[in-house]
């Protein structure tokens, strides 16, 4: 497998627009825009993330505004937060993380339970 | 904490980039770049905007102007389309290159500039203020140039920026103006004589 080079941006840099493509990212600064990325994305401490997020994975210890979409599993960690709809296979909150919005979860529920899910 | 962030190869941004610390694009950029740390446009990286930092390196692709507080390299391998400006630009050997070279600032390139104007206006001072009162008085005269050519002959230093420019119209106007004029009708002429055929 090809290793590929780790995305960073670092905490003074302001990042504005579209951002897509494959590999992983971790943010430390300010993004706005949109980010589409097929990798891990970590949304670091002290950034600050105005934008929908598509990504394989998701780790925010940061401030996120914007919808969520991911392949695997979403994590808010301490300290993080996100302000929008999650939709990922796995959502995680860690204690002292936030989470304002919806969480869709894709999972089946046991037998004779389906029919309560969608009427 | 002075760990450099990255744009890797396989990422796009279309879409400014600003801020503090030193960048490597190792992917692509569509749109400007304005950082106060060292930028460094690796050999897989794409910029396509304008470029600004402390420092500048372009090993990859830049389109676009590039400009620097420090300097700017073009290395080996590189291709640039745009202006290079810093007061220390270096093209190395087997970089390609397109575009103008600006060194040391803004100001000191237009004083290199006006210095050859100003040599060949005060080469031809002696031919307008005299010649050209002989052969179109009311073309110069309105130009208000006889004024700047008496004045810098006797002040050449401590008048230096301000009258040669006109001076410089003045002469280059009537030349450039010339070849037109008489080959537009010999054009007509040959138009005149295929419609008389």
Known sequence: MIQKTLGYFGPGLVVRGKLTGEGDLTIDGR???????????HIGEHSVVNAPVRAGALTVSGDVKGDVVAAGAVAVRDGGRIVGDVRAQRVSIDDGGALHGGVEMDFELPDGLEGLLTP | MNRPSVLPDGMKLVGDVEGEGDLAVLGTIEGDVRIDGALVVEASGVLKGHAHARSLIVRGVLVGDGSAVDTVRVEPGARMVGDARAPRVSIIDGAL??????????APPRVVRSTPRRRSTAGEIAAPSSAGALTSPGSLAGVTSPGAHTTLPGFA???PIEPPPPAVVVVAAPVRRGPPNPSLPALRRTEARRTEH
């Open chain 2, 97 to 106: 290159f397109r575009g103008r070279v600006e060194m040391s600032g803004d």
């Open chain 1, 31 to 41: 993004f706005e825009g949109g980010l589409e990325l097929t990798g891990d994305v």
């Open chain 2, 157 to 159: 230093p401590a008048a």
